[in-house]
């Protein structure tokens, strides 16, 4: 499996619900099969990316961790992304289809 961009990851891992960094984390590890792993720094630096963008935002904090929320922005950033990502694998098909007829 091809990584998700760590934006991504996090916003689709978000859409189940509010999570702290490391539920984050394992969501993305567990579904991902392991081939995704997202370490603190990584999730932390695309934490912040998506909260200046207002695609995330805290809904709670106490001193061990925080807690994030998908807001509706991201969850549209998200649809774009994956529609985005649709239409390049249907030209990428595209280029395996001449083989085939010749095959």
Request: no cysteine; net charge neutral.
């Amino acid at each position: 499996m091809q990584q998700l961009s760590p934006e991504l990851a996090i916003l689709s891992a978000l859409l189940g619900g509010a999570q702290h960094g490391y539920a984050i984390m394992q969501w993305v590890r567990e579904w991902s099969d392991g081939e995704s792993i997202l370490g603190p720094a990584t999730l932390y630096t695309a934490v912040k990316r998506l909260v200046r963008s207002g695609y995330i935002v805290v809904v709670a904090e106490d001193q061990r961790r925080t807690t994030y929320a998908i807001t509706p922005e991201g969850i549209r950033h998200l649809e774009e992304e994956t529609l985005r990502l649709e239409r390049l694998a249907r030209r990428m098909r595209t280029l395996f289809t001449p083989l085939l007829v010749a095959a």
